[in-house]
């Protein structure tokens, strides 16, 4: 005999979607497979498919107890010394252990195949869907390889820095398989402005050796094993490595003075630091800082379009995950018009975001080889990282909504992903800056300005739309210039412009649905594409269907 509910349950759940856990984030993601294998990795698809499994299981279960318990400073031990070591969660150690031994922050340099650089672009793609906290240490990691690698002294760095280890004890690097390195720039004073830096380095007695006096206001990764950083040495601003313990095990003379309280990325801890005279080691010529390091900057760049498209695509996910399940009067989600139209225009510019973010790392890795790539890479990961950070933000939001009051509560990763969302804007140069950077490479790097143009008139004559919006931007660009108030309008008309040539050269189904909605018309918000527009087909496509 069936008993009754209990009084006091006043009704039965249902109408509710299963948990978010277990997805295949390489096998549900279309996109990324097609751009992996055009933008020359698709040797590398085996290792892709299987952290496309550990980065929607495990890592994405791990995540959530990573940012549920923050970083934790300890300045001082039990018997007064100076310690200064952060504590972070086990699941921030199993997350980093798994990225690292996997390649995402040493693929790049690990393996002599072209390709590499693309293939480590998806590694870092999938890891920031999981979590996008340990991304920071993880890309700084990655980026500072070649930066070391200027210096032959520093060839130890370079090796355990790319290699598959991770090791979080603070001892030396000559006791460790594997280490992380971090970056120093930021002062109070100063922010893009590091010429501004106050931080003095003086020369001592050994080749390359100085002492660093001053503070830095944002220091990455304060557990690092090293900082790359940059301060004033008697001929100008110079890149130095500043190590955590010296050679001889003793701990470098520096004090965290603090951990940020930042708007997101909780699991990862951020610093400001004073250095004591601090030991540290010249990187490249003394008074040219900011050449030395700006390799560092531009890879950490491309890992902020790869966040950013990283982000687009979970929340993409999150929203089709729930739309596909949750009813109301009497239908899915999916199935009412409107709803379809917002994922439909979501999925678009998800797809969009990740060719973009691929082709970039395609530029990166042919660099070396083809001046063209180079040229390619510098002006195109301006124009990613100024458009991509810029829409993140909103589209997260739009997913949100697509879950209504769900997506709002800690319970669900959206609430996390909004928070995260603006930090690839900001970091290593806001809007402004990579717009500004635009302008110069348009007008004193003539080999940038061809290759942009090459690109995009690589998709001429594939849409009528496409080939009027492409000499637009031409007549635009001009023979005198783009007068910096309009650094903005400029750069946006050219990653979109850049996007959807990308998308129509790769024979995307979207192509079409996305130079009508983004070149043609435009739209302040998303669910406003054409009656005409595939919707459902996008949609399939989105969730991994052929």
């Not at 496309?52 to 318990?69: E, T």
């Not at 003095?200 to 390359?208: I, S």
């Not at 990764?221 to 950083?229: C, F, I, N, Q």
Request: charged share 20%; with cysteine.
């Amino acid at each position: 005999m069936q008993q009754s509910p209990a009084p006091f349950e006043t009704h039965v759940v249902d109408n509710q979607p299963t948990p978010f856990r277990d997805h295949d984030l390489w096998a549900e993601d279309l996109a990324l497979q097609e751009a992996v294998r055009r933008e020359g990795a698709a040797s590398f698809a085996k290792p892709l498919l299987h952290y496309g499994k550990l980065a929607g299981g495990d890592l994405y279960s791990a995540g959530f107890d990573a940012n549920r318990q923050r970083p934790l400073l300890r300045t001082h031990d039990a018997q007064g010394h100076r310690i200064d070591t952060v504590d972070f969660h086990p699941a921030y150690h199993q997350l980093m252990a798994t990225a690292k031994t996997h390649g995402v922050a040493g693929l790049s340099w690990q393996s002599g195949q072209p390709g590499a650089h693309v293939a480590r672009a998806a590694l870092s793609y999938l890891h920031h869907q999981a979590e996008a906290g340990t991304s920071c240490p993880l890309t700084m990691t990655h980026a500072a390889v070649p930066v070391l690698r200027q210096v032959p002294a520093l060839a130890e760095w370079a090796d355990k820095a790319a290699a598959p280890f991770y090791d979080p004890r603070d001892l030396p690097v000559g006791d460790k398989p594997g280490i992380t390195v971090g970056m120093g720039m930021t002062e109070k004073q100063g922010g893009s402005d590091v010429r501004s830096n106050t931080t003095r380095a003086t020369p001592l007695a050994g080749e390359g050796e100085y002492s660093l006096v001053g503070h830095k206001w944002f220091f990455s990764a304060p557990m690092s094993d090293g900082w790359l950083v940059l301060a004033q040495a008697p001929a100008g601003l110079s890149c130095f490595l500043m190590p955590r313990r010296l050679a001889c095990g003793r701990r470098n003379a520096f004090h965290l003075m603090r951990l940020k309280d930042k708007l997101g990325d909780w699991a990862n801890a951020s610093s400001e630091v004073e250095f004591c005279g601090a030991w540290a080691r010249r990187v490249g010529e003394e008074g040219r800082g900011v050449a030395t390091i700006i390799e560092m900057v531009m890879l950490t760049r491309l890992d902020c379009m790869l966040g950013a498209a990283a982000q687009m695509r979970m929340a993409l996910a999150q929203a089709l995950h729930h739309a596909r399940q949750r009813r109301s009067f009497g239908k899915r989600l999916v199935e009412h018009a409107l709803m379809a139209n917002v994922l439909a225009d979501l999925a678009i510019e998800s797809e969009a975001a990740t060719v973009f973010a691929l082709r970039v790392a395609r530029a990166v890795d042919a660099a070396p080889r083809d001046p063209a790539e180079a040229a390619l890479a510098r002006i195109a990961t301006a124009l990613g990282k100024f458009w991509l950070c810029k829409r993140a933000p909103g589209f997260v939001n739009e997913a949100q909504e697509c879950l209504g009051g769900a997506g709002y509560v800690e319970e669900s990763m959206l609430p996390r992903l909004y928070r995260q969302a603006p930090l690839n804007s900001i970091w290593e140069g806001s809007g402004n800056v990579q717009c500004l950077d635009v302008l110069r490479a348009l007008a004193r790097e003539p080999q940038s300005r061809d290759a942009l143009l090459g690109e995009l008139h690589g998709a001429a004559g594939m849409h009528a739309g496409y080939d009027a919006a492409l000499q637009r931007a031409v007549d635009g660009l001009g023979d005198t210039g783009v007068e910096e108030v309009q650094a903005r309008r400029t750069s946006a008309a050219l990653a979109v412009l850049l996007q959807a040539a990308i998308l129509l050269r790769a024979g995307s189904p979207l192509a079409r649905d996305f130079v009508q909605s983004r070149l043609l018309r435009g739209h302040a918000v998303y669910g406003m594409l054409d009656k005409g527009a595939l919707l459902s087909e996008t949609i399939q496509r989105a969730t991994g269907a052929a």
